[in-house]
Protein backbone atom coordinates (compact mmCIF):
# COMPACT_ATOMS: atom_id res chain seq x y z
CA UNK A 1 0.00 0.00 0.00
CA UNK A 2 1.58 3.38 -0.97
CA UNK A 3 1.67 6.18 1.63
CA UNK A 4 -0.79 7.96 2.43
CA UNK A 5 0.84 11.42 1.39
CA UNK A 6 1.46 9.76 -2.21
CA UNK A 7 -1.72 8.54 -2.66
CA UNK A 8 -3.04 11.94 -2.35
CA UNK A 9 -0.47 13.59 -4.82
CA UNK A 10 -1.44 10.62 -7.31
CA UNK A 11 -4.25 11.85 -7.24
CA UNK A 12 -4.79 15.39 -7.46
CA UNK A 13 -2.05 15.40 -10.27
CA UNK A 14 -4.53 12.87 -12.00
CA UNK A 15 -6.75 15.08 -11.38
CA UNK A 16 -4.97 17.86 -12.91
CA UNK A 17 -3.87 15.85 -16.31
CA UNK A 18 -7.65 14.36 -16.70
CA UNK A 19 -8.32 18.66 -16.65
CA UNK A 20 -5.58 19.22 -19.00
CA UNK A 21 -6.23 16.84 -21.74
CA UNK A 22 -9.83 17.55 -21.66
CA UNK A 23 -9.37 21.45 -22.02
CA UNK A 24 -7.08 20.41 -25.10
CA UNK A 25 -9.80 18.02 -26.18
CA UNK A 26 -12.31 20.18 -26.26
CA UNK A 27 -10.46 23.04 -27.81
CA UNK A 28 -9.64 20.18 -30.87
CA UNK A 29 -13.28 19.13 -31.18
CA UNK A 30 -15.68 21.55 -29.98
CA UNK A 31 -13.34 24.71 -31.01
CA UNK A 32 -12.52 22.86 -34.49
CA UNK A 33 -9.18 23.61 -34.12
CA UNK A 34 -8.19 20.19 -35.87
CA UNK A 35 -4.67 19.30 -36.54
CA UNK A 36 -3.44 18.77 -40.38
CA UNK A 37 -2.07 15.45 -38.92
CA UNK A 38 -5.00 13.73 -38.19
CA UNK A 39 -3.15 11.22 -35.72
CA UNK A 40 -1.81 14.81 -33.54
CA UNK A 41 -6.01 14.87 -32.74
CA UNK A 42 -5.33 12.38 -30.36
CA UNK A 43 -1.72 13.03 -29.32
CA UNK A 44 -2.00 16.14 -27.57
CA UNK A 45 -4.93 14.86 -25.19
CA UNK A 46 -2.86 11.53 -25.02
CA UNK A 47 0.74 13.67 -24.09
CA UNK A 48 -1.88 15.97 -21.73
CA UNK A 49 -2.50 12.59 -20.12
CA UNK A 50 1.03 12.47 -18.00
CA UNK A 51 2.66 15.86 -18.75
CA UNK A 52 -0.44 17.21 -17.12
CA UNK A 53 0.11 21.46 -17.19
CA UNK A 54 3.60 21.25 -19.51
CA UNK A 55 1.42 19.45 -22.18
CA UNK A 56 -1.22 22.38 -22.13
CA UNK A 57 1.17 25.14 -22.25
CA UNK A 58 3.45 23.23 -25.34
CA UNK A 59 0.15 22.37 -27.14
CA UNK A 60 -1.54 26.59 -26.46
CA UNK A 61 2.10 28.18 -27.61
CA UNK A 62 3.22 25.92 -30.19
CA UNK A 63 0.81 23.49 -31.50
CA UNK A 64 -2.58 24.78 -31.27
CA UNK A 65 -4.31 24.82 -35.14
CA UNK A 66 -6.03 27.42 -36.74
CA UNK A 67 -9.96 27.19 -36.17
CA UNK A 68 -11.29 25.52 -39.25
CA UNK A 69 -14.68 27.34 -40.55
CA UNK A 70 -17.62 25.53 -39.97
CA UNK A 71 -18.86 22.96 -42.47
CA UNK A 72 -18.66 24.31 -46.20
CA UNK A 73 -21.58 24.28 -47.73
CA UNK A 74 -22.43 21.27 -50.68
CA UNK A 75 -21.79 23.67 -53.64
CA UNK A 76 -17.81 23.88 -52.33
CA UNK A 77 -15.39 21.19 -53.27
CA UNK A 78 -13.36 19.96 -50.31
CA UNK A 79 -10.00 20.88 -51.84
CA UNK A 80 -10.94 24.50 -51.98
CA UNK A 81 -11.53 24.55 -48.65
CA UNK A 82 -8.02 26.25 -46.85
CA UNK A 83 -6.14 24.03 -44.71
CA UNK A 84 -5.32 25.31 -41.48
CA UNK A 85 -2.44 26.69 -40.54
CA UNK A 86 0.03 26.21 -37.55
CA UNK A 87 0.46 28.49 -34.64
CA UNK A 88 3.52 30.46 -35.22
CA UNK A 89 6.52 28.38 -33.88
CA UNK A 90 8.54 30.31 -31.20
CA UNK A 91 11.92 31.99 -31.89
CA UNK A 92 14.07 29.70 -29.01
CA UNK A 93 12.70 26.36 -28.75
CA UNK A 94 11.82 24.46 -32.03
CA UNK A 95 8.58 22.77 -31.18
CA UNK A 96 7.86 20.84 -34.51
CA UNK A 97 11.08 18.82 -33.50
CA UNK A 98 9.19 17.40 -29.94
CA UNK A 99 6.49 16.47 -31.88
CA UNK A 100 7.81 13.13 -33.42
CA UNK A 101 8.67 11.71 -29.37
CA UNK A 102 5.18 13.13 -28.47
CA UNK A 103 3.65 10.99 -30.96
CA UNK A 104 5.86 7.79 -30.12
CA UNK A 105 4.89 8.46 -26.20
CA UNK A 106 1.10 8.77 -26.82
CA UNK A 107 1.42 5.75 -28.47
CA UNK A 108 3.17 4.03 -25.66
CA UNK A 109 0.93 4.96 -23.11
CA UNK A 110 -2.06 4.00 -24.55
CA UNK A 111 -0.61 0.88 -24.80
CA UNK A 112 0.05 0.65 -20.83
CA UNK A 113 -2.91 2.27 -19.94
CA UNK A 114 -5.09 -0.52 -22.00
CA UNK A 115 -2.47 -2.76 -20.33
CA UNK A 116 -0.96 -4.62 -22.62
CA UNK A 117 1.55 -6.60 -20.72
CA UNK A 118 4.68 -6.89 -21.31
CA UNK A 119 6.87 -9.69 -19.43
CA UNK A 120 9.28 -8.75 -17.04
CA UNK A 121 12.91 -6.68 -18.47
CA UNK A 122 11.01 -6.85 -21.98
CA UNK A 123 10.22 -3.86 -24.08
CA UNK A 124 8.00 -3.75 -26.69
CA UNK A 125 8.70 -2.08 -29.81
CA UNK A 126 5.29 -0.17 -29.32
CA UNK A 127 5.97 1.69 -26.06
CA UNK A 128 8.80 2.83 -24.15
CA UNK A 129 11.37 0.90 -22.34
CA UNK A 130 10.89 3.58 -19.44
CA UNK A 131 6.93 3.13 -19.23
CA UNK A 132 7.64 -0.83 -18.84
CA UNK A 133 10.62 -0.08 -16.12
CA UNK A 134 7.78 2.46 -14.21
CA UNK A 135 5.92 -0.95 -13.97
CA UNK A 136 9.02 -2.98 -12.95
CA UNK A 137 9.35 -0.25 -10.12
CA UNK A 138 6.44 -0.38 -8.47
CA UNK A 139 7.21 -3.88 -7.74
CA UNK A 140 10.70 -3.14 -6.57
CA UNK A 141 9.23 -0.33 -4.14
CA UNK A 142 6.47 -1.90 -2.98
CA UNK A 143 6.87 -5.75 -3.16
CA UNK A 144 4.13 -8.19 -1.66
CA UNK A 145 2.20 -7.76 0.36
CA UNK A 146 2.13 -3.79 -0.25
CA UNK A 147 1.97 -4.18 -4.40
CA UNK A 148 0.72 -1.50 -6.03
CA UNK A 149 -2.07 -2.66 -8.79
CA UNK A 150 -3.87 -0.67 -11.82
CA UNK A 151 -7.01 0.29 -9.23
CA UNK A 152 -4.16 2.87 -7.13
CA UNK A 153 -3.81 6.44 -7.92
CA UNK A 154 0.01 5.92 -7.02
CA UNK A 155 0.47 3.12 -9.52
CA UNK A 156 -0.70 5.56 -12.59
CA UNK A 157 1.79 8.40 -10.99
CA UNK A 158 4.74 6.28 -11.19
CA UNK A 159 3.59 5.23 -15.14
CA UNK A 160 3.15 8.90 -15.62
CA UNK A 161 6.58 9.56 -14.35
CA UNK A 162 8.08 6.65 -16.25
CA UNK A 163 6.65 8.21 -19.55
CA UNK A 164 8.01 11.69 -18.82
CA UNK A 165 11.34 10.36 -18.30
CA UNK A 166 10.97 7.91 -21.84
CA UNK A 167 9.74 11.44 -23.46
CA UNK A 168 13.00 12.98 -21.84
CA UNK A 169 15.15 10.36 -22.97
CA UNK A 170 13.77 10.26 -26.70
CA UNK A 171 13.48 14.16 -27.57
CA UNK A 172 17.06 13.91 -28.25
CA UNK A 173 17.02 11.11 -30.32
CA UNK A 174 14.14 12.28 -32.41
CA UNK A 175 15.50 15.87 -32.78
CA UNK A 176 18.48 13.97 -34.49
CA UNK A 177 16.30 11.75 -36.71
CA UNK A 178 14.65 14.79 -38.05
CA UNK A 179 17.26 16.80 -38.48
CA UNK A 180 19.37 13.86 -40.67
CA UNK A 181 16.15 13.92 -42.60
CA UNK A 182 15.48 10.22 -41.13
CA UNK A 183 11.81 11.15 -39.44
CA UNK A 184 9.63 13.63 -40.44
CA UNK A 185 8.41 16.83 -38.60
CA UNK A 186 4.98 16.75 -37.36
Not at 85 to 99: E, S
Request: proline fraction near 10%; glycine fraction near 8%; hydrophobic fraction near 50%.
Amino acid sequence: MAPTWLTAVAWVYLSICFACAGVIGYDIAVNRRRQPMGVMNAVYPITALYFGPLALAFYWRWARAARRPAAAPASVSRESVPRPAMAPAGDGLRAHRGQPADHDMAGGHGADSAGEPTPPGKANRSKPYWATMATEVTFVLFPAPHQLMPDRGAFWLLMQIGMIIGFATSWPANVWLVKRGIKVPM
